[in-house]
């Protein structure tokens, strides 16, 4: 049957939660082969308690509410909390409770009901008593009992601390299939005989790989065809063992949905739906249980994996296995389809990140072997030639002169990333951004294919239930032809607006905090160039550049916190309809933000710094009556690197203290809280307690992963010119990245709805616009940060040899002492202005007319021949970058043409099913039709 996201599916009946509906159709089927002797799904016991007064309702399948005659007595149907099993049965509600009787170490890993053979598919949890909250929750117990779900509450005084409520949810089998076909599951209907051919005709064995995980511990799964699961044709699929056919987190998934709509109030219509209950505290928590511990006394070389927990602790989290591939089926399997693509994605951006990191180390390389060689180097070196070169004050009044050997060190520092592998590293770069993300398009094809989500964006998803409880119209779906609720347009404008207008107060903001860092540059360095400390006034530049860079990467933390909790709240006033549509409103703001918050300090230092200023009387711009920062006669680009290796690295060291510090240190302090011994003097946990301590994944955890993944590919390849080490420092973290990742989720979160997802979602949309925007950024720090493009115009237009000789004397020009305005001029009782004391001209950097011509200190004509080299290469480096990157996008194919035949094959699969089932159907009704005329036959006779 027809599935869509929007959680129609046809006419709605009175017996199927919201968004679940089945047309008239078919609920006249004929049960499937396995269901003929009743309905599709067993009623489910009802209180034999009389409802109270008034009572309207209670239950999305109930929608006009209930009467008293319309409950059944509890006796006519087998209640799912037997008494036998549960050792005592307390209340007359027929909830069974848990019985002391069970074993404390029997009960640490138990995964059953305590009849040991139902499986807890979900566990609830609640400490408050409070009547109104309690009868919420009796009324949502109601609603899960009568769609077929089954529960297990374990009293208080079983509890460690004695204060929390346990409630286990089950779903039985018929409640499974039935949800499986609701929710167009694909399960297995023929094992995958194409994989096996492609494999037997490789054309070389196959060789041994270091960094393949132990198959001997997780052999490989068999590969098979799906469909979409359908109880009419129930005995077309791969069914060995009922209790295992659905996957625990196929279980927890379905039991969510059941939750998700289930009604807990008598009068009001939307009041439905575990989440709400949630946000009113009417639960503590609600999650699938972990498979048992992760840390178990046996090794696995002598007893094997206990469970798939442990599986994943041993051969994903733990450090040692920190350059092993990884088990990605079994992610997907134990954590959901979304988490799976997110480890899939960063595991491909890693290996990636391998070549980028090898070239920027040879180019890196490159610098450190030829920097002696390095003619303009050199030459600011020569303390008996330019080096010498009296050089104008860096700030006014207080700042001395100063000679040009004194920047030595910068220049060395600065050829080190600034030399002629440069271009070359920032071409590949530009390259490998747009292969990057034609070959993952590709691998994410893959994935999605044999994971069966490939179609899974191309159903219609449901409404959010806050979207629905927010909605006071209606209006009939296109697409189903159901009323549904909808927000009006003049409503979603006022919305809109109004986060529009937060967004841009918010921006202003931040850029508010990165015109303050500017305004502590200009204020910090003029203060030290003013020491008479010769060691504070020498290294007076650096000193600043990096104490700026730790005070921006404080800014950048700070406000992330504010604009997180911002967005979230914009984001909620907005009231997106779906789920999607919520994350992506909510990932644009966010990205928005951190993209201005990370990024404007970076692009201030490399195309704005030390360009307002054309010569030192300049008063043109000043800031609090302070002369522009500008950049030493090396260049910029030196400036560059520190900011964003200091952002960077910084950024990435605090975030994995964080993602893992945090959950451990919460979860200790749950432990600690928790230790109090039970009245019997028991101290083992059950194991839904034991996940109960553990920290609840955020909901929007995975969005920050792939923020920090993503904020993380910009620094790779927006600035990549400017720091070619970049890849590298990326890739050593994203290595502890993804163990740090996989210990959170394994040992420190409970485990997480297994949600399913076709891709990265919008996150490849971004990384698209950044890889663009990184042939323009690069194409820029080439041509106006560095100094290449100014040394290919000394070379071939004014040197008389074609070297690079003479370009340092080149690239200062001339200014009169005499010209400082009394303001500025420098003070001559300075102690490191006395060996300056008869110098009448200064030299600085720039390409000026000197002071003797008529259009003094204006730009000369070489200015403006470099202006025009750099406009033309930034021009030639993008057409030729972006026409190369355009022909690799149409030369790698997104699908791969053995799935593409796999997909062929099984929708020929599928048909032949559905064919096979009809066939066996007209069989079947045929016979019944031969022996019904038998039968009146033999009567007339």
């Given at each position: ?940 006779g």
């Amino acid at each position: 049957m027809a599935y869509n996201r929007n959680g129609d599916y046809g006419q709605p009946a009175s017996n199927h939660p919201i968004g679940f509906e089945m047309t008239s159709v078919e609920s006249d089927r004929t049960p499937p082969i396995g269901f003929e002797n009743g309905d599709d799904a067993p009623p489910a016991p009802i209180d034999d308690a009389a409802p109270e007064e008034g009572f309207t309702g209670g239950t999305p399948m109930h929608p006009e509410g209930l009467q008293p005659g319309d409950l059944p007595d509890k006796n006519v149907y087998k209640d799912p909390v037997e008494e036998g099993s549960l050792g005592r049965l307390i209340s007359e509600k027929g909830y069974g409770y848990g019985s002391h009787n069970v074993h404390t170490e029997d009960r640490q890993e138990q995964l059953f009901f305590n009849d040991n053979k139902r499986h807890i598919d979900y566990v609830l949890a609640f400490d408050d008593t409070e009547p109104r909250k309690a009868q919420k929750r009796e009324r949502f117990f109601l609603s899960l009992r009568e769609e077929g779900l089954e529960i297990e509450i374990e009293d208080k005084a079983e509890s460690r601390n004695g204060r929390v409520y346990f409630v286990k949810v089950h779903a039985p089998w018929e409640v499974c299939t039935r949800y499986a076909e609701l929710m167009n599951m694909k399960m297995p209907i023929k094992h995958n005989e194409i994989a096996r051919d492609v494999e037997e005709e490789a054309c070389l064995p196959k060789l041994p790989n270091p960094f393949e995980y132990d198959r001997e511990y997780l052999p490989e799964e068999p590969n098979y065809f799906t469909c979409a699961f359908n109880r009419e044709r129930a005995n077309q699929y791969i069914i060995e063992n009922q209790d295992t056919f659905f996957s625990p987190s196929q279980r927890s998934r379905m039991v969510y949905e059941v939750m998700v709509r289930a009604r807990y109030d008598d009068k009001e219509k939307l009041r439905f739906g575990i989440i709400r209950l949630m946000e009113n505290d009417c639960f503590t928590a609600a999650y699938p249980l972990h498979e048992g511990s992760y840390n178990t006394e046996h090794s696995m070389l002598t007893h094997g994996a206990e469970n798939e927990r442990k599986l994943l602790y041993e051969l994903w989290a733990r450090p040692k296995n920190w350059y092993k591939e990884q088990p990605l089926d079994l992610i997907r399997k134990y954590f959901g389809e979304k988490v799976g693509i997110y480890f899939a994605w960063l595991g491909f951006y890693t290996v990636w990140l391998v070549p980028a990191s090898i070239v920027g180390i040879i180019c890196f390389l490159y610098g450190a072997c030829t920097m002696y060689s390095n003619v303009p180097s050199n030459e600011i070196c020569e303390s008996g030639g330019i080096g010498a070169t009296v050089m104008c004050p860096l700030c006014d009044s207080r700042c001395p002169y100063w000679t040009l050997d004194s920047s030595c060190f910068y220049s060395r520092l600065t050829y080190l990333f600034d030399n002629p592998a440069t271009v070359f590293f920032s071409i590949f770069m530009s390259l490998w951004g747009t292969l990057f993300l034609e070959f993952w398009k590709r691998r994410q094809h893959v994935v999605a294919w044999d994971w069966d989500v490939l179609e899974f964006e191309q159903e219609q998803e449901s409404p959010r239930p806050q979207y629905i409880a927010e909605a006071k119209n209606e209006r009939k779906n296109p697409i189903t032809q159901l009323m549904e609720p909808y927000i009006p347009f003049w409503s979603k404008l006022t919305r809109v607006t109004t986060s529009i207008t937060t967004i841009l107060f918010m921006l202003c903001v931040v850029l508010a905090a990165i015109f303050g860092v500017i305004v502590y540059r200009i204020v910090v360095v003029s203060v030290l160039y003013k020491s008479d400390v010769d060691l504070v006034r020498s290294n007076a530049k650096i000193t600043t550049t990096m104490t700026a860079a730790l005070l921006n990467l404080i800014i950048i933390i700070t406000l992330s916190r504010v604009y997180r909790w911002i967005a979230i709240w914009l984001t909620n006033i907005e009231c997106p309809r779906t789920q999607s549509d919520y994350e992506d409103s909510f990932t644009f703001k966010m990205f928005l933000f951190q993209f201005v918050n990370f990024y404007s300090s970076l692009i201030y230092v490399a195309f704005f710094k030390g360009r307002f200023v054309s010569h030192p009387a300049d008063k043109e711009y000043e800031v609090v009556g302070y002369r522009m920062d500008q950049c030493d006669p090396a260049g910029c680009l030196i400036e560059l690197c520190i900011q964003l290796g200091i952002i960077m690295v910084g950024k990435q060291i605090l975030n994995n203290f964080m993602e893992l510090g945090m959950p451990f240190l919460m979860n200790f302090i749950r432990k600690q809280r928790g230790k109090q011994k039970t009245a019997d003097g028991q101290t083992g946990s059950a194991r839904w307690e034991q996940d109960y301590i553990l920290t609840d994944k955020p909901p929007l955890s995975l969005f920050d992963e792939y923020l920090e993944m993503v904020i993380q590919f910009g620094f790779v390849t927006l600035f990549v010119a400017a720091f070619p080490l970049a890849p590298l420092f990326a890739l050593l973290n994203n290595v502890i990245e993804i163990r740090v990742d996989a210990f959170k989720y394994v040992t420190q979160f409970r485990r997480p709805l297994a949600i399913r997802a076709q891709d990265i979602g919008a996150w490849y949309g971004i990384l698209k616009a950044l890889s663009v925007l990184a042939v323009i950024s690069n194409a820029f720090v080439i041509a106006y940060t560095s100094d290449f493009i100014p040394r290919l115009v000394h070379i071939y237009a004014y040197s008389s040899d074609e070297t690079v000789s003479g370009y340092i004397d080149a690239s200062l020009s001339y200014f009169d002492v005499n010209d400082f305005p009394p303001e500025a001029a420098p003070d001559v009782g300075l102690t490191s202005n006395q060996r300056f004391e008869n110098t009448t001209i200064c030299r600085y950097r720039g390409y000026n007319y000197p002071p003797e011509a008529a259009d003094k200190y204006e730009y000369s004509i070489k200015h403006w021949h470099i202006v025009a080299a750099q406009v033309m290469f930034v021009v030639v480096f993008e057409h030729l970058v972006f026409f190369l990157t355009s022909w690799i996008a149409v030369l790698v194919p997104d699908e791969p043409r053995a799935i593409k035949h796999q997909m062929l094959r099984e929708k020929f699969l599928a048909k032949e099913a559905l064919y096979n089932a009809e066939l066996e159907k007209t069989k079947k009704n045929r016979l019944q039709h031969d022996d019904d005329k038998e039968e009146e036959a033999d009567a007339a006779g």
